[in-house]
Protein backbone atom coordinates (compact mmCIF):
# COMPACT_ATOMS: atom_id res chain seq x y z
CA UNK A 1 0.00 0.00 0.00
CA UNK A 2 1.28 3.38 -0.27
CA UNK A 3 1.59 5.04 3.09
CA UNK A 4 0.83 8.60 1.44
CA UNK A 5 -3.34 9.54 1.88
CA UNK A 6 -4.97 10.70 -2.23
CA UNK A 7 -5.83 13.78 -3.22
CA UNK A 8 -9.30 13.17 -2.82
CA UNK A 9 -8.52 12.35 1.09
CA UNK A 10 -6.25 15.27 1.56
CA UNK A 11 -8.85 17.61 -0.08
CA UNK A 12 -11.50 16.27 2.27
CA UNK A 13 -9.57 15.81 5.22
CA UNK A 14 -8.65 20.13 5.13
CA UNK A 15 -12.31 20.30 4.56
CA UNK A 16 -13.16 18.23 7.66
CA UNK A 17 -10.41 19.90 9.91
CA UNK A 18 -11.66 23.41 8.85
CA UNK A 19 -15.60 22.74 9.41
CA UNK A 20 -14.34 21.00 12.49
CA UNK A 21 -12.22 23.86 13.74
CA UNK A 22 -15.43 26.62 13.12
CA UNK A 23 -18.25 24.63 14.00
CA UNK A 24 -17.15 21.59 16.43
CA UNK A 25 -14.80 22.95 18.91
CA UNK A 26 -16.12 26.08 19.71
CA UNK A 27 -19.24 24.13 21.20
CA UNK A 28 -17.80 20.93 22.91
CA UNK A 29 -18.20 21.82 26.10
CA UNK A 30 -21.87 23.27 25.93
CA UNK A 31 -22.22 20.32 24.15
CA UNK A 32 -21.51 18.20 26.92
CA UNK A 33 -22.98 20.50 29.14
CA UNK A 34 -26.57 20.30 27.20
CA UNK A 35 -26.30 16.32 27.04
CA UNK A 36 -25.74 16.01 30.25
CA UNK A 37 -28.06 18.16 32.15
CA UNK A 38 -30.96 16.99 29.19
CA UNK A 39 -30.75 13.09 28.71
CA UNK A 40 -32.52 11.89 25.62
CA UNK A 41 -32.75 14.97 24.00
CA UNK A 42 -30.98 16.91 21.10
CA UNK A 43 -28.41 18.61 21.26
CA UNK A 44 -30.73 22.38 19.65
CA UNK A 45 -28.15 22.79 17.41
CA UNK A 46 -27.80 19.21 15.78
CA UNK A 47 -29.61 19.74 12.80
CA UNK A 48 -28.19 23.11 11.90
CA UNK A 49 -24.68 21.09 12.18
CA UNK A 50 -26.12 18.39 9.78
CA UNK A 51 -27.75 20.96 7.29
CA UNK A 52 -24.07 22.75 6.99
CA UNK A 53 -22.06 19.67 7.07
CA UNK A 54 -24.04 18.56 4.09
CA UNK A 55 -24.22 21.54 2.07
CA UNK A 56 -19.88 21.22 2.67
CA UNK A 57 -20.07 17.98 0.91
CA UNK A 58 -18.87 15.95 4.15
CA UNK A 59 -21.87 13.88 4.28
CA UNK A 60 -22.18 10.09 4.41
CA UNK A 61 -18.50 9.93 3.82
CA UNK A 62 -18.28 6.40 5.69
CA UNK A 63 -20.15 4.54 2.66
CA UNK A 64 -17.60 2.06 0.33
CA UNK A 65 -17.66 2.94 -3.16
CA UNK A 66 -19.11 -0.52 -3.84
CA UNK A 67 -22.33 0.01 -2.83
CA UNK A 68 -23.05 2.19 -5.91
CA UNK A 69 -25.62 5.24 -6.33
CA UNK A 70 -25.78 5.39 -2.41
CA UNK A 71 -22.03 5.58 -1.95
CA UNK A 72 -19.98 9.34 -2.29
CA UNK A 73 -17.05 7.16 -3.66
CA UNK A 74 -14.65 7.02 -0.95
CA UNK A 75 -12.70 3.58 -0.48
CA UNK A 76 -12.41 2.27 3.43
CA UNK A 77 -8.68 3.41 3.25
CA UNK A 78 -9.48 6.91 2.07
CA UNK A 79 -12.47 7.05 4.13
CA UNK A 80 -10.00 6.02 7.57
CA UNK A 81 -8.54 9.27 7.67
CA UNK A 82 -11.58 11.41 7.47
CA UNK A 83 -13.07 9.13 11.07
CA UNK A 84 -9.72 9.77 12.89
CA UNK A 85 -10.68 13.57 11.96
CA UNK A 86 -14.04 13.11 13.37
CA UNK A 87 -13.29 10.71 16.59
CA UNK A 88 -11.30 13.97 17.82
CA UNK A 89 -14.82 15.03 19.28
CA UNK A 90 -16.46 11.89 20.48
CA UNK A 91 -20.16 13.18 19.34
CA UNK A 92 -19.01 14.54 16.02
CA UNK A 93 -19.17 12.05 13.76
CA UNK A 94 -23.65 12.11 13.81
CA UNK A 95 -22.87 16.04 11.96
CA UNK A 96 -22.06 14.08 9.58
CA UNK A 97 -24.04 11.05 9.50
CA UNK A 98 -21.14 8.87 9.53
CA UNK A 99 -21.45 7.37 13.75
CA UNK A 100 -22.52 4.02 14.83
CA UNK A 101 -24.66 2.04 14.64
CA UNK A 102 -26.52 3.39 11.96
CA UNK A 103 -23.38 3.39 9.71
CA UNK A 104 -22.97 -0.31 10.19
CA UNK A 105 -27.08 -0.26 9.70
CA UNK A 106 -27.11 1.46 6.81
CA UNK A 107 -23.88 -0.89 5.16
CA UNK A 108 -26.69 -4.10 6.06
CA UNK A 109 -29.41 -2.55 4.01
CA UNK A 110 -27.34 -0.70 1.04
CA UNK A 111 -25.75 -4.57 0.46
CA UNK A 112 -28.11 -6.95 1.51
CA UNK A 113 -31.43 -4.82 1.84
CA UNK A 114 -34.27 -5.29 -0.68
CA UNK A 115 -35.40 -2.65 -2.75
CA UNK A 116 -38.38 -2.25 -0.32
CA UNK A 117 -36.75 -1.95 2.58
CA UNK A 118 -34.21 0.31 1.13
CA UNK A 119 -36.82 2.83 -0.16
CA UNK A 120 -38.96 2.23 3.24
CA UNK A 121 -35.44 2.38 5.76
CA UNK A 122 -31.94 3.38 4.01
CA UNK A 123 -33.13 6.24 2.19
CA UNK A 124 -34.16 8.58 5.67
CA UNK A 125 -30.89 6.98 7.64
CA UNK A 126 -28.86 8.61 4.54
CA UNK A 127 -30.65 11.60 4.29
CA UNK A 128 -30.74 12.12 8.30
CA UNK A 129 -34.37 11.79 8.81
CA UNK A 130 -34.29 9.00 10.95
CA UNK A 131 -31.80 7.34 13.62
CA UNK A 132 -31.36 3.44 14.06
CA UNK A 133 -30.50 0.61 16.65
CA UNK A 134 -29.06 -2.82 16.48
CA UNK A 135 -30.07 -5.35 18.71
CA UNK A 136 -27.36 -8.33 19.14
CA UNK A 137 -26.50 -9.06 22.54
CA UNK A 138 -28.51 -10.45 25.04
CA UNK A 139 -27.90 -11.00 28.77
CA UNK A 140 -28.79 -14.41 29.30
CA UNK A 141 -26.27 -15.83 27.16
CA UNK A 142 -22.18 -14.87 26.25
CA UNK A 143 -23.14 -13.09 23.26
CA UNK A 144 -19.79 -12.79 22.16
CA UNK A 145 -20.72 -16.43 20.63
CA UNK A 146 -22.91 -14.48 18.18
CA UNK A 147 -24.77 -18.09 17.69
CA UNK A 148 -25.83 -17.99 21.15
CA UNK A 149 -28.22 -15.67 20.59
CA UNK A 150 -31.58 -16.96 21.55
CA UNK A 151 -34.09 -14.83 20.61
CA UNK A 152 -36.63 -16.25 18.36
CA UNK A 153 -38.28 -15.06 14.75
CA UNK A 154 -40.84 -17.57 13.86
CA UNK A 155 -42.93 -17.68 10.81
CA UNK A 156 -46.82 -17.28 11.36
CA UNK A 157 -48.25 -16.62 7.82
CA UNK A 158 -47.14 -13.64 6.07
CA UNK A 159 -45.32 -12.16 9.50
CA UNK A 160 -42.98 -13.07 11.35
CA UNK A 161 -43.28 -12.87 15.35
CA UNK A 162 -40.08 -12.05 17.46
CA UNK A 163 -39.45 -12.93 21.25
CA UNK A 164 -36.15 -12.20 23.44
CA UNK A 165 -34.64 -9.78 25.14
CA UNK A 166 -31.60 -7.79 24.61
CA UNK A 167 -29.07 -5.42 25.98
CA UNK A 168 -26.63 -3.24 25.16
CA UNK A 169 -28.67 -2.00 22.29
CA UNK A 170 -26.70 1.04 20.91
CA UNK A 171 -29.29 3.98 19.75
CA UNK A 172 -32.09 2.30 20.87
CA UNK A 173 -32.56 5.31 23.35
CA UNK A 174 -32.16 8.74 20.82
CA UNK A 175 -35.55 10.22 20.54
CA UNK A 176 -35.36 9.73 16.90
CA UNK A 177 -34.45 6.09 16.50
CA UNK A 178 -37.16 4.82 14.31
CA UNK A 179 -35.73 1.52 13.26
CA UNK A 180 -34.09 -1.70 14.90
CA UNK A 181 -32.04 -4.36 13.16
CA UNK A 182 -32.84 -7.64 15.14
CA UNK A 183 -30.66 -10.63 15.32
CA UNK A 184 -32.49 -13.97 16.12
CA UNK A 185 -33.10 -17.68 15.82
CA UNK A 186 -35.35 -18.93 12.78
CA UNK A 187 -34.24 -22.01 12.91
CA UNK A 188 -32.66 -23.71 15.74
CA UNK A 189 -32.31 -27.29 14.42
CA UNK A 190 -29.83 -25.96 11.37
CA UNK A 191 -26.01 -26.10 12.07
CA UNK A 192 -25.01 -23.07 14.08
CA UNK A 193 -23.99 -20.91 11.73
CA UNK A 194 -27.49 -20.72 9.66
CA UNK A 195 -29.54 -20.31 12.58
CA UNK A 196 -29.56 -17.18 12.47
CA UNK A 197 -31.32 -14.21 10.75
CA UNK A 198 -31.65 -10.63 10.99
CA UNK A 199 -34.98 -8.40 10.79
CA UNK A 200 -35.90 -5.02 10.88
CA UNK A 201 -38.24 -3.97 13.51
CA UNK A 202 -39.78 -0.17 13.78
CA UNK A 203 -39.11 0.54 17.41
CA UNK A 204 -42.60 1.70 17.97
CA UNK A 205 -44.31 -2.29 17.08
CA UNK A 206 -46.65 -3.13 19.82
CA UNK A 207 -44.81 -5.69 22.21
CA UNK A 208 -41.70 -3.83 21.88
CA UNK A 209 -40.42 -2.41 25.08
CA UNK A 210 -37.63 -0.14 26.58
CA UNK A 211 -36.59 -1.52 30.06
CA UNK A 212 -33.93 1.01 30.51
CA UNK A 213 -30.86 2.73 29.64
CA UNK A 214 -27.68 1.15 30.84
CA UNK A 215 -25.04 3.69 31.94
CA UNK A 216 -21.08 3.04 30.85
CA UNK A 217 -18.69 3.61 33.35
CA UNK A 218 -21.63 6.02 34.94
CA UNK A 219 -22.46 7.60 31.86
CA UNK A 220 -25.60 7.34 29.27
CA UNK A 221 -24.02 8.49 26.65
CA UNK A 222 -26.98 10.70 25.75
CA UNK A 223 -28.58 11.09 23.27
CA UNK A 224 -28.39 7.71 21.31
CA UNK A 225 -27.64 5.79 25.05
CA UNK A 226 -27.69 2.00 25.38
CA UNK A 227 -30.99 0.38 25.88
CA UNK A 228 -32.31 -3.18 27.40
CA UNK A 229 -35.40 -4.21 25.79
CA UNK A 230 -37.73 -6.95 25.52
CA UNK A 231 -39.47 -8.45 22.32
CA UNK A 232 -42.83 -9.84 23.45
CA UNK A 233 -44.66 -11.26 20.06
CA UNK A 234 -43.45 -8.90 18.48
CA UNK A 235 -45.30 -8.47 15.03
CA UNK A 236 -43.81 -7.79 11.80
CA UNK A 237 -44.33 -8.00 8.14
CA UNK A 238 -42.44 -11.58 6.39
CA UNK A 239 -40.98 -8.80 4.16
CA UNK A 240 -39.00 -6.85 6.92
CA UNK A 241 -36.32 -9.83 7.04
CA UNK A 242 -33.19 -9.04 5.65
CA UNK A 243 -32.00 -11.38 2.47
CA UNK A 244 -33.60 -14.67 3.74
CA UNK A 245 -33.38 -17.09 6.71
CA UNK A 246 -30.27 -18.48 8.37
CA UNK A 247 -28.35 -15.59 6.47
CA UNK A 248 -27.87 -13.44 10.17
CA UNK A 249 -24.42 -14.78 10.77
CA UNK A 250 -23.36 -13.86 7.63
CA UNK A 251 -24.74 -10.19 7.38
CA UNK A 252 -23.30 -9.58 10.43
CA UNK A 253 -19.75 -11.13 9.45
CA UNK A 254 -19.91 -8.81 6.91
CA UNK A 255 -21.51 -5.71 8.72
CA UNK A 256 -18.16 -5.75 11.31
CA UNK A 257 -15.40 -5.09 8.81
CA UNK A 258 -15.69 -1.62 7.92
CA UNK A 259 -17.24 -0.82 10.97
CA UNK A 260 -14.22 -1.87 13.11
CA UNK A 261 -12.18 0.26 10.70
CA UNK A 262 -13.98 3.14 11.50
CA UNK A 263 -14.04 2.61 15.37
CA UNK A 264 -10.23 1.79 15.33
CA UNK A 265 -9.49 5.03 13.60
CA UNK A 266 -12.52 7.05 15.97
CA UNK A 267 -10.17 5.80 18.42
CA UNK A 268 -6.86 7.02 17.09
CA UNK A 269 -8.32 10.05 16.97
CA UNK A 270 -9.06 10.38 20.11
CA UNK A 271 -5.88 9.03 21.36
CA UNK A 272 -4.30 11.50 18.57
CA UNK A 273 -5.88 14.70 20.57
CA UNK A 274 -5.00 13.72 23.95
CA UNK A 275 -1.22 13.61 22.68
CA UNK A 276 -1.38 16.84 21.80
CA UNK A 277 -3.38 18.05 25.18
CA UNK A 278 -0.61 16.36 26.70
CA UNK A 279 2.18 18.00 25.25
CA UNK A 280 0.47 21.85 25.49
CA UNK A 281 -0.18 20.59 29.00
CA UNK A 282 3.49 19.66 29.96
CA UNK A 283 4.93 22.87 28.79
CA UNK A 284 2.29 25.09 30.37
CA UNK A 285 3.13 23.79 34.07
CA UNK A 286 5.85 23.93 36.67
CA UNK A 287 6.35 21.56 38.86
CA UNK A 288 9.70 21.51 41.49
CA UNK A 289 10.96 24.42 39.96
CA UNK A 290 10.98 23.35 36.60
CA UNK A 291 8.60 22.76 33.49
CA UNK A 292 7.02 19.28 33.49
CA UNK A 293 8.16 18.84 29.91
CA UNK A 294 11.87 18.82 31.44
CA UNK A 295 11.43 15.63 33.69
CA UNK A 296 12.19 12.16 31.64
CA UNK A 297 9.55 10.42 32.80
CA UNK A 298 6.98 12.67 30.94
CA UNK A 299 9.21 12.94 27.63
CA UNK A 300 9.44 8.56 28.20
CA UNK A 301 5.54 8.91 28.31
CA UNK A 302 5.09 11.46 25.48
CA UNK A 303 7.67 9.36 23.07
CA UNK A 304 5.99 6.36 23.74
CA UNK A 305 2.24 7.95 22.66
CA UNK A 306 3.99 8.84 19.55
CA UNK A 307 4.99 5.53 18.75
CA UNK A 308 2.12 4.01 20.09
CA UNK A 309 -0.47 6.22 17.99
CA UNK A 310 1.29 5.97 14.56
CA UNK A 311 2.18 2.04 15.03
CA UNK A 312 -1.77 1.46 15.47
CA UNK A 313 -2.43 4.04 12.67
CA UNK A 314 -0.27 2.07 10.19
CA UNK A 315 -1.83 -1.38 10.91
CA UNK A 316 -5.73 0.07 10.83
CA UNK A 317 -4.60 1.65 7.65
CA UNK A 318 -3.22 -1.68 6.32
CA UNK A 319 -6.31 -3.38 7.49
CA UNK A 320 -8.62 -0.63 5.54
CA UNK A 321 -6.22 -1.45 2.57
CA UNK A 322 -7.04 -4.74 2.31
CA UNK A 323 -10.34 -4.50 2.65
CA UNK A 324 -10.93 -2.57 -0.15
CA UNK A 325 -8.05 -4.86 -2.59
CA UNK A 326 -9.36 -8.18 -1.69
CA UNK A 327 -12.28 -8.20 0.44
CA UNK A 328 -13.40 -8.76 4.31
CA UNK A 329 -12.71 -12.56 4.31
CA UNK A 330 -9.13 -12.25 2.97
CA UNK A 331 -8.43 -8.70 5.75
CA UNK A 332 -10.04 -10.97 8.72
CA UNK A 333 -6.06 -11.47 10.33
CA UNK A 334 -5.53 -7.65 10.53
CA UNK A 335 -9.00 -6.74 11.28
CA UNK A 336 -8.36 -8.59 14.25
CA UNK A 337 -5.45 -6.99 14.81
CA UNK A 338 -6.57 -3.60 15.07
CA UNK A 339 -9.70 -4.63 16.98
CA UNK A 340 -7.12 -5.93 19.57
CA UNK A 341 -4.49 -3.06 19.17
CA UNK A 342 -6.34 0.34 18.86
CA UNK A 343 -8.80 0.33 22.51
CA UNK A 344 -5.85 -0.80 24.33
CA UNK A 345 -3.59 1.95 22.77
CA UNK A 346 -6.39 4.69 23.10
CA UNK A 347 -6.82 3.39 26.87
CA UNK A 348 -2.98 3.98 27.47
CA UNK A 349 -2.37 7.09 26.19
CA UNK A 350 -5.65 8.50 27.06
CA UNK A 351 -4.67 7.51 30.74
CA UNK A 352 -0.89 9.32 30.52
CA UNK A 353 -2.77 12.33 28.87
CA UNK A 354 -5.06 12.29 32.25
CA UNK A 355 -2.33 11.96 34.49
CA UNK A 356 -0.33 14.64 32.82
CA UNK A 357 -3.17 16.79 34.02
CA UNK A 358 -3.77 15.88 37.08
CA UNK A 359 -6.92 16.52 38.65
CA UNK A 360 -8.31 18.20 35.53
CA UNK A 361 -7.46 14.75 33.60
CA UNK A 362 -10.65 13.22 35.64
CA UNK A 363 -13.21 16.10 35.32
CA UNK A 364 -15.17 16.81 32.88
CA UNK A 365 -13.96 20.28 31.69
CA UNK A 366 -12.02 18.42 29.44
CA UNK A 367 -12.58 15.04 27.07
CA UNK A 368 -10.29 12.99 28.58
CA UNK A 369 -12.22 11.13 30.92
CA UNK A 370 -14.95 10.31 28.25
CA UNK A 371 -12.38 9.42 25.84
CA UNK A 372 -11.00 6.67 28.59
CA UNK A 373 -14.62 5.48 29.02
CA UNK A 374 -14.95 5.28 25.19
CA UNK A 375 -11.71 3.35 24.80
CA UNK A 376 -12.19 1.15 27.52
CA UNK A 377 -15.86 0.08 26.36
CA UNK A 378 -14.68 -0.74 22.68
CA UNK A 379 -12.75 -3.42 23.88
CA UNK A 380 -16.15 -4.96 24.61
CA UNK A 381 -17.74 -4.09 21.29
CA UNK A 382 -18.07 -5.67 17.97
CA UNK A 383 -16.23 -8.81 19.91
CA UNK A 384 -14.41 -8.82 23.09
CA UNK A 385 -10.64 -9.02 22.89
CA UNK A 386 -10.55 -12.88 23.81
CA UNK A 387 -12.59 -13.79 20.59
CA UNK A 388 -10.31 -12.10 18.24
CA UNK A 389 -7.01 -12.84 20.29
CA UNK A 390 -8.53 -16.58 20.19
CA UNK A 391 -9.34 -16.47 16.49
CA UNK A 392 -6.15 -15.11 15.44
CA UNK A 393 -4.01 -16.91 17.16
CA UNK A 394 -5.59 -20.10 15.45
CA UNK A 395 -4.92 -18.36 12.25
CA UNK A 396 -1.82 -18.05 12.63
CA UNK A 397 -0.77 -21.31 14.22
CA UNK A 398 -2.37 -22.59 10.84
CA UNK A 399 -0.58 -20.31 8.53
CA UNK A 400 2.72 -20.35 10.18
CA UNK A 401 3.34 -23.40 11.91
CA UNK A 402 3.12 -26.08 8.99
Known amino acids: ?55 AGLWNLFLPREYGDFSPGLTNLEYAPLAEVMGRVLWASEI ?15 KYGSG ?12 GQIRSAFLMTEPAVASSD ?24 TGAMHPDCTVFVVMGKTN ?5 HHQQSMILVPASTPGVEIVRPLTAFGGYDSPFGHAEVKLTNVRVPAENLILGEGKGFAIAQGRLGPGRIHHCMRLIGAAQRSLEMMCKRVTERQ ?116
Not at 96 to 109: H, I, K, R, S
Not at 188 to 192: G, L, N, V
Request: glycine share 6%.
Open 1 to 55: MHFSYSPKTLELRHRLEAFMAEHVYPIEADYVRWTHDHPWRVFPGMEALKAKAKA
Open 96 to 110: FNCNAPDTGNMEVLA
Open 116 to 127: HQQKKWLLPLLD
Open 146 to 169: ATNIATRIEAAGDEYVINGHKWWS
Open 188 to 192: PEADR
Open 287 to 402: AFGRPISAFSSIRQDVARSACDVEQARLLTLSAADRIDREGIKAAKDLVSMIKIVAPTMAATVIDRAIQAHGGLGVSGDLPLADFWAYARSIRLADGPDEVHMYQLGKLKIAELGQ
